[in-house]
């Protein structure tokens, strides 16, 4: 079992920035070996849509929408993925998820809620 705990959304004014966290714990699991792990959303009202995602060896693939704002990263030391968000708009509100398969199993984040607004 993997359990990932996603913190840092909140509230945030268009041009403004945030940082998500994704802690990843649990038994007999190594962080490293989570090959691909990735960042989606779920804006109100719409499907839940990748936003980036990350490999074991650091090469990363981005939404367009957020090219160029949004920086992922991992830690494989410290168990943790990380969402830096620059240029905030508010087309990004919406819940963060956090997002692991590994095996045969997909592990998912209760979500952090992140609301750009003026």
């Known amino acids: 079992q993997v359990q990932l705990v996603e913190s840092g959304g909140g509230s945030v004014q268009p041009g403004g920035s945030l940082r998500l966290s994704c802690a990843a714990s649990?038994?007999?699991?190594?962080?490293?070996?989570?090959?691909?792990m990735g960042w989606y959303r779920q804006p109100p009202g719409k499907q839940r849509e990748l936003v980036a995602d990350?490999?074991?060896?650091?090469?990363?693939n981005y939404a367009d929408s957020v090219k160029g704002r949004f920086t992922i990263s991992r830690d494989n030391a410290k168990n943790t993925m990380y969402l830096q968000m620059d240029s905030l708009k508010p087309d990004d509100t919406a819940i963060y998820y956090c997002?692991?398969?590994?095996?045969?199993?997909?592990?998912w984040g209760k979500g952090t809620l992140v609301t750009v607004s003026s």
């Open positions: 997002n692991a398969p590994l095996g045969r199993s997909d592990y």
């Open positions: 649990g038994s007999f699991f190594r962080f490293i070996n989570i090959n691909v």
């Open positions: 990350i490999s074991k060896a650091g090469s990363t």
